[in-house]
Every structure is written in structure tokens, then in C-alpha cells.
């Protein structure tokens, strides 16, 4: 048997037999096209090469080449025969083909979905055909190329938000000297208002990275309190559900912030704010709830879209419509995921879930 795969079939007009086998073979078919063909053989009368050609679902051919006992004179059912079991023996090796090409495709397809927050393509481990792996090479290429265009914006942003800060702290001081306490009250809260926006964005493009903060192992179930006894500081009380403790690898700083603006949004936009901590398989869920207006459900998504507000967000003229998209962006950073459930006239919980240790 000669086998040979290439771009070009050499059975141009044989006999078809891909829809025969379509119909006793299940499942999705390996090819699109199966030829069989007599060929000539110069080694005796008593002998009869076969030629096939296979096409694969990628349009390429393989072709191969049987040296038979020529039955077509005598019996031509079992020429079919032979011809049959040469065919499936060929589909099995285009199977195993395809696989060849399929497998790595599948683990490039599955490293694309799970790309990291930063963004990057591992290719390593990654064993394949020349143009798989030139297609590979390019989709990491574009992927640095887009994250390099993202972190110049984010740097650029970042800037010019920080910048802000100081001729802010400027204003607030020759504010102090205006005479007139109620205009000095609206200009200062005005300059509250602005470096808090300020503030808001600058965490919100630290949020995929944390600032550059080390992750450690700590109690989630203490951070929460700590959070929730600064909230208490200033006069806001919380119901405490329940704890049930847990420990998680994180950067405490960027969660605190997560956890600040899950809460804040619950005391600002509703009433009686709850929370709790659950383990629950291999994840640390925090809830917090209140029994506010709740929300739309065409908005329970937008909310995480970066300065979008709800009704009650704008008609309170508060925030800066960056609280959740941060606390989400730090969430997935920590490998977790921030979801929101409400219905309005009742209240809104939302769910940060986090890997756990203890799971």
C-alpha cells in the first residue's frame, strides 16, 4: 500500500463512493469526497491495483494506492467488498489525521477563551502542523498588539487623572478663604465631588491588576469585617447575616475596594443593607442585599458598563457610574466573578464569588 497526502487528488474520475458510506456509517462524516478507481499494474495478469482518493473536511486529499488480487472478471461483489474494507481502513487513518489537525486547534481555541487578565497568549506545549502554528503565532502577535494599545490608553488616562489631583487640592484650600459659607460649601462640594470621580477612575483602571499589588493568603471572612466595621465608623449600619470562614489568595487592598463599592451602592441606592459569607463548594460567596426600589432588568448588565448609572444613580446626581465595573474588573482579576440579582420594588443582591482554599 502506497499513501500520499497532498493538494491534489490522483483519482480524477473514479467511481464516488462517499455517499454510500454516508448512509451505513453514523455520525458526521471525516470527508468530503471518496474516489476508487482501477489502475494499471505492471507486476502480473493476476494482479489489480486499487487507487482511492479521500478528501478531508480541511480540501485536502489523500490518496492511496492497493495492490489486489484481481477479482473483477470472476466476482465483482467481492471487488466491492475489498473495496469497502480498503475505504474504511482509509477513513481511519483520515480520522486519526484529523485528529492530528483538530487536537491542537481545540487546545488553541480553549487558551484563547481563558486568556489572562493581562491579556496573554500562551503557546508553549502547543505541537502542530507549520500552518496551525503560523496562525497561532499571529493571534498572539494581534493580541500584543492590542494589549500594548490598551495599557498606553490605560497609562494615558491614568495621567491625566492623577494630574487632576493637585490643582483639585489647590482649589480646596483657596476655597477655604471664601467669605460667603454657602458658596464655600457648594465649591467644596463640588471639588469633593470631582476628585472622588477622580479617584473612581483611577481605581478603575487599576482594577484588572491590582495596582501591582502581591497576592496573599488571608481570611476573607476579616476582610469583609474590616470593611464593614469602617461603614459602621461613619454611622451606616449593616445587618450581619452570617460568616462562614474561609480563606483565599488575593490582594487585599484591591478586594477592600471591591467589597467597599458592592456595599456602598447597597446603603446609597436602597434601604436595611445585609450581607453574609457562604462557602459553597470550592468558592467564597459574598452577598450583599438591601430592600431598595431594586433595579430594571434591562439594566442589571449595564450596570457594569463603566459610567453607566441607573435611574436612581442619576436622579440622585451621585457616583460616577465606575463602582461595580471596578468591583467586577477586581473580582476576575482574583480569578471570581461579581453577578447582580433584583426585582424591583423588592431589592437587589449582588454576589461576589471567589476561589476558596477550603473548598
Known amino acids: 500500500?502506497?499513501?500520499?497526502w497532498n493538494d491534489q487528488p490522483e483519482v480524477t474520475t473514479g467511481r464516488e463512493l462517499g455517499e454510500e458510506l454516508k448512509a451505513v456509517i453514523p455520525g458526521m462524516p471525516l470527508w468530503l469526497s471518496i474516489r476508487i478507481a482501477l489502475a494499471s499494474s505492471s507486476a502480473s495478469e493476476a494482479t489489480q491495483d486499487v487507487a482511492v482518493s479521500i478528501q478531508l473536511q480541511d480540501r485536502s486529499w489523500i490518496n492511496a494506492r492497493v495492490r489486489a488480487v484481481s477479482l473483477l472478471s470472476s466476482d465483482d461483489f467481492a471487488f466491492v467488498i475489498i473495496n469497502i474494507v480498503t475505504a474504511a481502513a482509509?477513513?481511519?487513518?483520515?480520522?486519526?489525521?484529523s485528529r492530528l489537525i483538530a487536537r491542537p486547534l481545540a487546545l488553541l481555541a480553549a487558551?484563547?477563551?481563558d486568556l489572562s487578565p493581562d491579556g496573554t497568549l500562551r503557546l508553549d506545549g502547543l505541537r502542530s502542523p507549520r500552518e496551525i502554528r503560523e496562525v497561532a503565532e499571529a493571534l498572539e502577535a494581534a493580541t500584543a498588539r492590542t494589549r500594548q494599545l490598551l495599557q498606553q490608553r490605560s497609562l494615558a488616562l491614568g495621567a491625566l487623572s492623577h494630574d487632576l489631583l493637585s490643582p483639585l487640592a489647590r482649589m480646596r484650600l483657596r476655597s477655604e478663604?471664601?467669605?460667603d459659607s454657602a458658596i464655600r460649601n457648594r465649591l467644596l462640594h463640588d471639588i469633593d465631588e470631582m476628585a472622588e470621580m477622580v479617584t473612581d477612575v483611577l481605581a478603575y483602571m487599576r482594577g484588572s491588576d491590582g495596582g501591582g499589588e502581591a497576592k496573599v493568603r488571608i481570611s476573607f471572612v476579616s476582610l469583609v469585617q474590616v470593611v464593614v466595621d469602617e461603614f459602621a465608623e461613619v454611622g451606616h449600619s449593616i445587618e450581619e447575616r452570617g460568616y462562614q470562614e474561609c480563606?483565599?489568595?488575593a490582594q487585599p487592598t484591591?478586594?477592600?475596594r471591591a467589597i467597599r463599592n458592592i456595599i456602598a451602592n447597597a446603603i446609597k441606592y436602597g434601604r436595611d443593607p445585609w450581607i453574609e459569607v457562604v462557602l459553597t463548594g470550592s468558592k467564597a460567596v459574598l452577598s450583599v442585599g438591601d430592600s431598595g426600589p431594586g433595579l430594571a432588568h434591562s439594566d442589571l448588565q449595564r450596570v457594569f458598563e463603566p459610567f453607566f448609572r441607573a435611574d436612581q444613580a442619576?436622579?440622585?446626581g451621585e457616583g460616577s457610574g465606575l463602582g461595580l465595573p471596578t468591583a467586577r474588573a477586581i473580582a476576575e482579576a482574583h480569578g471570581g466573578q461579581l453577578d447582580l440579582e433584583s426585582l424591583q420594588s423588592v431589592g437587589t443582591i449582588a454576589r461576589l464569588s471567589l476561589p476558596s482554599?477550603?473548598?
Open 1 to 4: 500500500m502506497i499513501i500520499r
Open 90 to 97: 482509509l477513513l481511519a487513518l483520515a480520522a486519526f489525521a
Open 111 to 113: 487558551r484563547a477563551r
Open 177 to 179: 478663604e471664601i467669605v
Open 247 to 249: 480563606t483565599i489568595v
Open 254 to 256: 484591591a478586594l477592600k
Open 314 to 316: 442619576r436622579a440622585s
Open 357 to 359: 482554599l477550603d473548598g
